[in-house]
């Protein structure tokens, strides 16, 4: 079965730039999203189709995606970016989630 | 206002079932794909299944095909997981997620907020 491979945790301080990878067996072939999670909160996609923003998100969250990595980036991390951060990707009618990353601002 | 309610979540025994109902609100339910999304205590994200707007398609993780059925009432706006033979590893937050779809890419943009299902003896 498909796997999607993220860190378990990234540090930035605030301000910095903070990037996030998941790698999987030609990731750059499929389209990727990222989930933003707080703690007790619901998902909230940050990113769809590789590089689009949803309505609301703020253009300091980017994303890339080609061969085996798509990667997140938050530009001018703030306090409040601190969160779970998972990639998502559909491979053979299956939705496969990344393990996710703590992103850690301090 | 797009929102999904999810209800149907408790504590059931290994081997009992347990059906999960998602109320849908603010956009046209017919015309979008739906997903069933858990999140087991302290663990990540895991797909459960997914339905196609006219329910013509239907896909399951392996982890719940031949347990779970995926259902959906688009004249109640409604969405369902009938949840039969529960194992404690079923044990998880329920999320019912709308799929954003622009060509070939297909992202979850509106989330509930979940319902918790406890298996355990």
């Known amino acids: 079965s498909y796997e999607l491979t993220q860190p378990p945790s990234v540090s930035v301080s605030p301000g910095q730039t903070a990037s996030i990878t998941c790698s999987g067996d030609k990731l750059g072939d499929k389209y990727a999203s990222w989930y933003q999670q707080k703690p007790g909160q619901s998902p909230v996609l940050v990113i769809y189709?590789?590089?689009k923003r949803p309505s609301g998100i703020p253009e300091r969250f980017s994303g890339s995606n080609s061969g085996n990595t798509a990667t997140l980036t938050i530009s001018g991390t703030q306090a409040m970016d601190e969160a779970d951060y998972y990639c998502q990707a559909w491979d053979s009618n299956t939705a496969v989630f990344g393990g996710g990353t703590k992103l850690t601002v301090l | 206002e797009v929102q999904l309610v999810e209800s149907g979540g408790g504590l059931v025994q290994p081997g009992e079932s347990l059906r999960l109902s998602c109320a849908a609100s603010g956009f046209t339910f017919s015309s979008y794909e739906m997903n069933w999304v858990r999140q087991a205590p302290g663990k990540g994200l895991e797909w459960v299944s997914y339905i196609g707007s006219s329910v013509n398609t239907i896909y399951y993780a392996d982890s719940v095909k031949g347990r779970f059925t995926i259902s959906r009432d688009n004249t109640k706006n409604s969405l369902s997981l009938q949840m039969n033979s529960l194992r404690v590893e079923d044990t998880a937050i329920y999320y019912c997620?709308?799929?954003?779809?622009?060509?070939?890419?297909?992202?979850?943009?509106?989330w509930g907020q979940g319902t918790l299902v406890t298996v355990s003896a």
């Open positions: 997620a709308r799929v954003l779809r622009v060509g070939a890419s297909l992202g979850f943009d509106y």
């Open positions: 189709q590789d590089n």
